[in-house]
């Protein structure tokens, strides 16, 4: 690109150009130019329109245990489970007495739903004729979480409702299997909260102050979460947080952890006491990202257990490995243990068998998951993929696996031209990205990485830290090829559909961006940079199109996501790619999409660190494709929009 006078830009140049706008549509204006927003979502777009259609629906159900099964399930959006392990002990002894619904048996096994004795004749009208003991409310909170009113609570707060409330009459036998439900449930959290003091105590105040420190490093380096003690939420996420995270910055007075440091235990409240050691079990089992795990629920001992024991279950199915033995009890002491032996043990798992999570984006919870054998769909997208390569890229093999052999023998094309590319790695990137798009029926693929290797490979060996920290999003890239099809839900317009590619592309240069410091040694440039822990296990995830706003706005409602390492120089890079797939409607990606995808994405990852050894010898291989202007042209087929390419469109959020 040449300046007006015909000299060639300046670097402060480009990177001035690129800053003008993040979206095709604007192309050529400053950003914040135009007179009217190019995007209107809907009033109800994302998660509020889906409690206000949860609550309608479940206000219609026939009877309560209807009702409950609407609202457990956010209408079929999330598992039951994770709405029941929400509850506060109240609400739960509610439930069990009003028509048998709890999550546990009596010696710590976990149900989703189970009668436990309550015969639900306290339901909708209790006994015929007979005047109600008590006259109970149930309603959907606007977090999203059932609440009940019970007998010494107070009306529910309409402030704070989706809607109304269902009124529940209960009748005596109900009211008194709540009376004993509730004193086993005091009884229990008691104990519980005795027995984490007493392991705290053991920890010395030292000892506490560490893992006060891990849980609030957890807080600020993942992703957002809500945890319940009772009805005190813990959360880095949006509104008033309560714990580091985006808002609050480490150290802040307002986080419940900053007010722990230090503090004698006697002072600790049996909240503050419960969610040091839950959230120290969670991560000693796999690192910080098991904390998601515990998103949208209450953080209890018990629900730590019950999620621990689901990990070692699935871990124990995988062969080749000495089994973990189940905890004698559920004391923290022996929970302790079977965490460091889960984390241990998921080392051996993840040698022979695929770790991926389920992400249900209406409540950001995150299951872990072991994966089966690939099957016939897995290697039929595979070789879907393998053929479009083939007959593109200069490479020979039957399979991804032989296609990467092939790439390894003789990687020399992947710095010189290719077709119409810069370099070849920038060809085989777009031609992975563009084969995914068909043989896995996405709206969208994409993929990421940085535009100068030579640019990093200078930094690492200087050990320049803080100009690693410094690059801003354009030393990134992404490269999002849609479907023709996904214009159908951009209104049926090209220019949308190049603006919410561009939209994507921005925000994968983000995550790059942030997860990149997570790979450099932790000097003070580094710990004080903005950075998440780098992922590198894949996820599916299911109706995405909830809270995070650039998912409302451009549809992302299926996903998935396979993060790679790449090496350069030396240094191995967590998630310095991946590879993403995109669905705005229809059906959900599954377990073998997940596989088959992995695939993929390791092919790419193959290129990349290969691409990394060109340059540490000497190549000045750079990423120059993949900016605004080569989404605008890639999708439309045209040059660069006009001012007035949007003039008249209303962009709507489905």
């Known amino acids: 690109m040449k300046d007006p006078a015909g000299r060639p830009e300046s670097r402060r140049a480009v990177q001035a150009r690129k800053r003008i706008s993040r979206r095709p549509s604007r192309l050529g204006l400053p950003a914040g130019s135009t007179l009217t927003p190019d995007r209107v979502a809907e009033a ?26 609407v609202l457990l399930t956010l209408d079929g959006h999330v598992p039951g489970d994770v709405q029941l392990r929400a509850l506060n002990s109240a609400e739960q002894a509610a439930l069990t ?38 006259r109970g409310e149930i309603g959907l909170s606007t977090s999203g979480r059932i609440v009940v009113r019970t007998p010494d609570a107070r ?7 989706v809607g109304g409330v269902r009124r529940v009459p209960w009748s005596e036998p109900v009211l008194a299997l709540y009376r004993r439900e509730l004193a086993r449930a005091r009884e229990r959290r008691a104990a519980r909260a005795a027995d984490c003091r007493a392991w705290l105590t053991e920890q010395g105040p030292e000892g506490r102050d560490a893992l006060v420190a891990q849980a609030r490093e957890a807080a600020l380096r993942t992703a957002p979460f809500v945890l319940y003690q009772e009805d005190t939420q813990y959360t880095n996420f949006r509104g008033r947080n309560t714990l580091t995270g985006k808002t609050l910055w480490p150290g802040h007075p307002d986080c419940a952890l900053t007010a722990l440091h230090g503090l004698p235990l006697d002072l600790w409240s049996d909240h503050d006491v419960q969610l040091v ?40 199915a995988v062969p080749g490995a000495e089994p973990v033995p189940a905890p004698a009890s559920h004391r923290v002491a022996d929970l302790d243990r079977l965490a460091l032996a889960l984390r241990e043990r998921r080392r051996s798992v993840g040698r022979s068998a695929q770790l991926y999570r389920e992400i ?25 993929v393998a053929e479009h390569l083939r007959a593109r890229l200069p490479l020979t093999g039957g399979t991804l696996a032989d296609l990467g052999r092939d790439l390894a023998a003789a990687p020399g094309w992947l710095a010189r031209p290719h077709g119409a590319f810069g370099t070849g790695l920038e060809s085989l ?35 320049n830290w803080a100009e690693i920290c410094d690059w801003d999003i354009t030393h990134f890239f992404c490269c999002v090829v849609p479907s023709p099809r996904a214009a159908a839900h951009f209104g049926g317009s090209e220019a949308a559909l190049a603006d919410a590619a561009w939209a994507m592309s921005s925000r994968m240069q983000y995550n790059s961006w942030h997860f990149v410091a997570g790979n450099l040694p932790k000097a003070p440039e580094v710990t004080a940079r903005d950075h998440f822990v780098p992922p590198v296990i894949p996820d599916v ?11 409302v706005n451009n549809n992302v409602r299926f996903s998935v996501r396979s993060p790679q390492a790449v090496e350069v120089d030396g240094r191995r890079f967590d998630g310095f790619m991946d590879l993403r797939l995109l669905r705005c409607a229809g059906d959900p990606f599954g377990e073998q999409d997940v596989l088959a995808a992995h695939q993929v994405s390791a092919f790419v990852a193959r290129a990349t660190s290969l691409a990394a050894e060109l340059v540490a010898a000497g190549s000045e291989l750079e990423v120059t494709a993949f ?12 040059g660069p929009a006009r001012s007035d390419a949007l003039a008249g469109q209303v962009r709507r959020a489905s």
């Open 360 to 384: 249900h984006g209406a409540l950001m919870h995150k299951v872990e998951r072991v994966a089966g054998p690939p099957g016939p769909a897995a290697e039929a997208r595979q070789s879907a």
């Open 277 to 316: 050691v839950c959230l120290t079990l969670l991560i000693r089992s796999a690192g910080f990202g098991r904390v998601e795990e515990a998103n949208g629920t209450q953080l209890t001992v018990d629900h730590v257990a019950h999620t621990l024991e689901r990990v070692r279950r699935a871990y124990n």
């Open 44 to 69: 109800d777009a994302g998660f509020p329109g889906l409690l206000r259609r949860v609550w309608r629906s479940a206000a219609g159900a026939a009877d309560l245990r209807s009702a409950l099964e």
């Open 97 to 134: 007495a009003l028509c048998g619904l709890n999550w546990r048996d009596d010696d710590g096994d976990s149900h989703g739903d189970r009668d436990s004795g309550g015969d639900g004749s306290g339901a909708d009208g209790g006994e015929p004729g007979e005047p109600p003991a008590f």
């Open 541 to 551: 995830a299911f109706f995405s199109d909830q809270h995070h706003h650039g998912h």
């Open 429 to 463: 990137v777009y031609e992975s990205v563009a084969a995914t798009v068909t043989a896995f029926d996405a709206d969208f693929a994409m993929s990421r990485g940085m535009r100068s290797l030579p640019g990093l490979v200078r930094a690492l060996r200087g050990e």
């Open 155 to 161: 009306p529910l707060d309409p402030r704070d409702l």
């Open 627 to 638: 900016d605004s202007a080569w989404h605008w042209a890639s999708v439309t087929g045209r």
